[in-house]
């Protein structure tokens, strides 16, 4: 089903447009929670739009209930999160613009927050805040605080959190949308394409919170994200513009330290058995692991 909304709050034409995408998929118990933090912000101009694919818990019921307040949404089958998000980046029309899974969460005043950064940073092609780690119930876990990150850093797979990032529409343009074939490292894949564009910014402020439960995938599938980071490595080696950044082979000999700090991060049950092969290869020249490092 599809419906083409209406505008979220009246617009101010001199102001930027953020639009912001949501992709959803049987997280009813969550979603209503993350489009309150979108529509509640106090930036006029925001463009929401909602990609679900065909969810069968109420989430379509949730989506109806606020149409009103939606620029775009539509329920049908898709290939997975990065479909669903290129879908929505087709209908957006932002100069900035996100997306925020339907279990995340934006704090109050972050859509106004990014928007003054751009403005300020007319060279930035990224920007990203800090984050917070919340349970299934809401309740904060942790306060994820990032550093400044360069390109090599990206290639180092020092990690970003998904729902602080927004981008530019013109560096987006230039990279392309994410990659369909990725489906647990779609945003750090595309975090190094952006940096590649230009300077990417980070912002000392906790923008959004991400929501760490049972049922999601950076918990129930976690070792997933390890075998795609090395095909993220893999194609890296094969870009001109990147040979020069891995020739010297310090990003070979830091992904693996690199790596298992993420993968701690995700699930700390999968990597504990395996922190003895990240210590003993993370001098090693050869990026490969063995078969069983990263079997469920």
Not at 46 to 64: L, P, R
Not at 269 to 282: C, L
């Amino acid at each position: 089903m599809i419906n083409p909304g209406g505008s979220l709050l009246p617009f101010d034409f001199f102001m930027n447009l953020v639009s912001i995408v949501t992709p959803s998929y049987n997280q009813a118990l969550y979603l209503e929670q993350t489009i309150q933090s979108v529509i509640g912000q106090d930036y006029p101009r925001i463009e929401y739009i909602v990609v679900d694919g065909a969810s069968t818990d109420n989430s379509f019921e949730i989506i109806k209930k606020y149409n009103d307040r939606l620029a775009y949404w539509i329920s049908e089958k898709d290939s997975g999160q990065a479909e669903a998000i290129n879908k929505g980046f087709v209908r957006a029309g932002g100069e900035i613009l996100a997306w925020l899974n339907s279990d995340d969460y934006y704090l109050p005043n972050t859509i106004s927050a990014v928007v003054k950064c751009f403005e300020e940073n007319p060279e930035v092609v990224m920007v990203y805040g800090d984050m917070l780690a919340v349970d299934g119930d809401g309740q904060t876990i942790n306060v994820l605080k990032y550093k400044q990150l360069s390109l090599q850093d990206l290639l180092c797979f020092q990690i970003i959190g998904q729902p602080s990032v927004f981008f530019r529409r013109s560096a987006l343009e230039k990279t392309g949308r994410l990659d369909t074939s990725f489906h647990f490292m779609l945003d750090h894949h595309l975090w190094i394409r952006l940096a590649q564009q230009g300077r990417i910014l980070h912002v000392p402020q906790v923008w959004a919170a991400a929501r760490y439960h049972a049922q999601a995938k950076n918990r129930a599938r976690a070792s997933e994200f390890g075998r795609e980071a090395f095909r993220v490595l893999d194609w890296a080696k094969k870009q001109p513009a990147l040979a020069e950044t891995i020739s010297g082979g310090l990003v070979p000999r830091l992904i693996f330290p690199s790596t298992y700090c993420f993968g701690a991060l995700k699930h700390i049950d999968f990597v504990t058995p395996r922190i003895g092969w990240f210590k003993q290869t993370a001098q090693a020249d050869s990026p490969t692991p063995p078969a069983d490092v990263f079997a469920g």
